[in-house]
């Protein structure tokens, strides 16, 4: 079972940037695809970007297209999100999670198996 934890949240102003990491451990991190998901006060968390075990195939929502970045490195069991040109409607708390289903990766948060706590991230107007 695979343990996760997020950092790099923080306060940052609009149009600046931020770069998210989860370490995993207590698994084979290669053999998890994996996501970023966010979930803002009162909403329901939604799917930010995936990536498949390799790092090969990526998969974004519309509205971060362009500016986020998902990248995953294996030997550092390591999953990361670089965050450019953030907008307010950005903020929220941004959860890394782990999938091992039979699929290449997943852009619905119900595949997904692990979960780690949450970073904040807040962006100013």
């Known amino acids: 079972q695979v343990q996760l934890v997020e950092s790099g949240g923080g306060l940052v102003q609009a149009g600046g940037s931020l770069r998210l990491s989860c370490a995993a451990s207590?698994?084979?991190?290669?053999?998890?695809?994996m996501g970023w998901f966010r979930q803002a006060p009162g909403k329901e968390r939604t799917t930010v970007a995936a990536?498949?075990?390799?790092?090969?195939?990526?998969y974004y929502t519309d509205s971060v297209k362009g500016r986020f970045t998902i990248s995953r490195d294996n030997a550092k069991n390591t999953l990361y999100l670089q965050m450019n040109s953030l907008k307010p409607e950005d903020t929220a708390v941004y959860y890394c999670?782990?999938?091992?289903?039979?699929?290449?990766?997943?852009?619905?948060?119900?595949?997904?198996?692990?979960w780690g706590q949450g970073t904040q991230v807040t962006v100013s107007s």
């Open positions: 999670a782990a999938g091992q289903r039979r699929t290449s990766y997943s852009s619905n948060k119900n595949d997904y198996d692990y």
């Open positions: 207590g698994g084979t991190f290669s053999s998890y695809y």
């Open positions: 990536i498949t075990r390799s790092g090969g195939r990526t």
